[in-house]
């Protein structure tokens, strides 16, 4: 009797036993193990606020519970994606670029690097009210405005001539708090560009950049340079005269034709090889946005007006890809055959890449300007090139989902489903380590713990084609 009766106290102290209370509780879920590229089965995850509180077998079923439970059943857990080149712009059509907050979360991003727009006040302030849970949206992990020379092409540029004024752009840029440092070379002296690197490095940020046309990439590696953005730059490292082409475009002795002709007669995939392996040793990383070149690339074999996520995009912002399709209206049959070759020739750098230890970083440059480069739906696309140019599946969502936070230093926050990792997160009805394409069949969203399930995401997405349609009617 007295058995008994300790066995039903026992039983009953299992159930009534003090269950912690926690907002979101996620059963017999698949936890993608991005890093090692194996599926964990069977797991529960309790999320408590914005972050994981436990990961674990079905022990956790005794000592969680939640008004929010996941079935996860069939599914599969992961981070979520991060964008790691996208830019935010068009002073005229601020209200647009609000509209891709949520449209990023609705395709499962909820982290972007931002890198540089003429917008940055405002992408500055939507960080903000993102942060402290004002506003919803992606992560954003911005440069604010990219440092160039003076008179430079794009609008919003802090522009420097002298070191005295990179001083001082710098310190403006402390001020605003931006999260790493841009630079581009329209306009910018080469002197002054590794200086900026070199000074921007020593105060703390990480720097990514283009290259200007008289420097070796190793020279701006060696100045500290965390990202070459675009792949096309390390075409000039695939030669062994890289060095006396940037010293003749340097002083004005060899043109672009010249030095893009001499660069491909000696292409040597070795001499690549080991300068790849010397910026991979030196932490120079490279942002491929494969996506951007291959739509200039196929412009005309590809039929983007026929893309229903234009519905999802402002007026303006498509009016903004007109530029480049402008631009390249008058190409004759030898020129956009030029645009394919180079671009197949720039993608096929990605086995090399990835041999030489350099870190690949999933960007697409997706926003305006860029043609049908669409937001939100452009690094799903990204990592499907990766993929199809030579990366495995787990590689393309570790160069999104591992090597992003990294880039930042925030490990410790983001890139896995573990305890005290940030909840954002996104749930799959597919493996994707088995197919890359699985990214885009989304279940589920978590932003700093808030659950998007199916339902919510689709009305977001119903809410911004609405927004939409009023706006191009109106
Ligand atoms: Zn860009």
Not at 416 to 421: A, C, E
């Amino acid at each position: 009797m007295k058995f008994y009766f300790s066995l039903i106290a026992a039983i009953l102290c299992v159930s009534c036993q003090s269950k912690k209370d926690v907002s979101i509780f996620i059963t017999n879920i698949s936890i993608v193990d991005v890093k090692n590229g194996e599926i964990i089965s069977d797991q529960f995850v309790a999320i408590q606020g914005d972050s994981i509180l436990e990961v674990g077998d079905q022990s956790l079923k005794v000592k969680y519970q939640s008004n929010f439970t996941i079935n996860g059943d069939g599914k599969f857990l992961l981070p979520g994606l991060w964008d790691n080149h996208v830019h935010f712009g068009g002073a005229e059509y601020i209200d647009e670029n609000e509209q891709l907050l949520p449209l990023y979360l609705a395709f499962g991003v909820t982290t972007v690097r931002d890198a540089a727009g003429d917008i940055s006040l405002e992408v500055l302030k939507w960080r903000d009210e993102i942060n402290q849970g004002k506003r919803i949206g992606p992560k954003i992990l911005t440069s604010g405005p990219k440092l160039e020379g003076i008179n430079s092409i794009w609008p919003g540029d802090l522009e420097i001539g002298t070191v005295t004024e990179l001083e001082a752009a710098l310190d403006s840029l402390e001020k605003l708090k931006v999260d790493f440092i841009k630079i581009t070379d329209n306009t910018l002296k080469p002197e002054l560009f590794l200086e900026a690197v070199k000074q921007a490095t020593e105060r703390g940020w990480s720097v990514s950049g283009h290259i200007p046309t008289a420097l070796t990439i190793d020279q701006v590696s060696k100045a500290g340079q965390k990202t070459v953005e675009h792949l096309g730059y390390l075409m000039r490292m695939t030669t062994p005269f890289e060095e006396e082409i940037s010293i003749a475009r340097g002083n004005d002795t060899m043109n672009a034709t010249d030095a893009a002709k001499l660069q491909s007669e000696s292409r040597d995939d070795s001499v690549a090889l080991t300068k790849f392996k010397q910026l991979a040793a030196q932490g120079t990383g490279v942002v491929p946005t494969l996506l951007i070149s291959s739509n200039i690339a196929y412009l005309e074999e590809k039929y983007f007006q026929g893309d229903t996520i234009l519905n999802y995009l402002g007026p303006k912002l498509k009016e903004s890809y007109q530029w480049r399709i402008q631009r390249m209206a008058n190409d004759t049959p030898e020129d956009k055959q030029n645009r394919k070759d180079s671009f197949e020739a720039i993608a096929n750098l990605i086995p090399l890449v990835k041999e030489s230890g350099m870190k690949i970083y999933a960007g697409t440059d997706a926003g305006y300007l860029n043609t049908y480069d669409y937001p939100g739906l452009a690094i799903h696309l990204e990592l499907q090139l990766l993929v199809k140019y030579g990366l495995t599946p787990r590689e393309a969502l570790e160069a999104s989902i591992i090597n992003g936070p990294e880039y930042f230093g925030l490990e410790k926050d983001f890139g896995s489903v573990q305890k005290g990792k940030k909840a954002n997160l996104l749930i799959l009805n597919q493996n994707p380590l088995e197919n890359i394409e699985a990214t885009l069949d989304i279940q589920d969203v978590l932003k700093d713990g808030q659950l998007l399930d199916r339902i919510k995401l689709n009305q977001i997405l119903a809410e911004i084609k609405a927004w939409v349609a009023k706006k191009e009617n109106g």
